[in-house]
Structures are given as C-alpha cells and as structure tokens.
C-alpha cells in the first residue's frame, strides 16, 4: 500500500500537467508547429474595422501578418470582402481583450454570442512566438480545440504571457488603439456590453 500511495503523490503532478495541455507531456503527436524567431512582417493590405458608432468607436486599422498565419490572414480577408463581419458585435470585453467576428451577436439572444462561426472549414493552428501584447490580433477557437479556428477574433488590450504559443497571432492595431479601449470600457453585464457595440463593415485596403 505504501508504495502504491509513493507512486500516486509522484504521478499527481505529472498527471495535473497533462490535464494543463501541456502537449510535451500529454503526448499528443498533433501539437501545433510553433513557429519560432519569425519576426511578423504586414502585408501590403490592411483590415480596417468601421463601427457603427464612429463617433464614439471610430476605425480601428489592423496590419495583417501572412507570414506568419497565412490560412488565418486569408480567412480573415476572405470574409470580411464577403461582408461576414458587417453587423456582428464585440460581443466579449474585459481589462484584456476584445473580442468579436461571431454571426451570432447580430441576433437578438445575447446567450449564443460566442458560440457561432462562418460555415466554412476551421483553420488550423499557426502558433508563433510572437508575443501577445497590446494591441496584438489573435484567432479565436471553439473551447479547447486549438485547430477551431474560424470567423471570430480578439485584440489585446495588454500583455498576456499565457497565450503565447498557445493562440495564433495574426495582426495588430496600427491605428485606433484608443477606440479598443473605449470599447472594453464599454458598460457590460458579465464580459458583454450592455448596449451592443456593433461593426459596421470591416474592409481590406
């Protein structure tokens, strides 16, 4: 018996590691390729999100990183050019990101928001080590499934260090960085605005 307990209290840890998704030590084979000292260079287009209430939220300007998530940066272009985005809301915002890129906030249940996505395929994972930091652009997924990437997006508000190579970086507000933190200071129940802060269009130029 005692050396059965010995076992579990060294196991535990390990145990409780894996269960962190810890990919080392899980073992799963399908961890993500982080791409590593790939400094992100923008694309000759850049995302440029309208609001709907300009005066307040104005336009935010986000430069687009193909090198380092190409599938993500042309999802991105593909939907907003399609006019996907046109309508939907920051349906999440805190003191860390804003979020948004979701069809679901365009209706009027306030429960679903976060839950949809376009009905193309998912995007893989395109991890790097680019640091999350203000006003860093990254991929939102589906729960834990890092290869659910789709539709929907966050801006950072501040530095995160557990994110790193755990989401995918894609862009970074270049312009109107003010306007994102206008609209996480937006008044809300829970993580959403009370009164929804909608996208206009988002347009590639």
Do not use: W
């Amino acid at each position: 018996m005692k050396i059965k307990y010995l076992f579990f209290l060294i196991a535990l840890p390990v145990l409780l590691l894996a269960s962190c998704g810890d990919s080392s030590l899980s073992g799963n084979s399908d961890a993500p390729v982080v791409k590593e000292g790939v400094k992100p260079v923008a694309d000759a287009e850049f995302g440029v999100i309208e609001m709907e209430n300009d005066a307040a939220f104005g336009t935010i300007k986000i430069e687009l990183y193909s090198n380092l998530a190409p599938e993500m940066v042309a999802r991105f272009k593909e939907l907003a050019r399609e006019g996907f985005y046109d309508g939907t809301t920051f349906h999440r915002v805190n003191q860390t990101v804003i979020q948004g890129g979701d069809p679901k906030s365009k209706d009027n249940d306030p429960s679903n928001d976060g839950t949809g996505n376009s009905d193309k395929p998912d995007v893989v994972a395109e991890f790097s080590d680019v640091p999350f930091d203000t006003g860093i652009v990254g991929a939102a997924r589906m729960g834990n499934d890092t290869n659910s990437q789709n539709s929907q997006f966050f801006i950072m508000l501040n530095r995160e260090a557990q994110f790193d190579k755990n989401y995918t970086v894609f862009g970074k507000v270049v312009e109107g960085m003010q306007y994102v933190r206008t609209i996480a200071g937006s008044p809300r129940s829970g993580e959403r605005p009370i009164e929804n802060v909608v996208v206009k269009t988002i347009r590639i130029q």
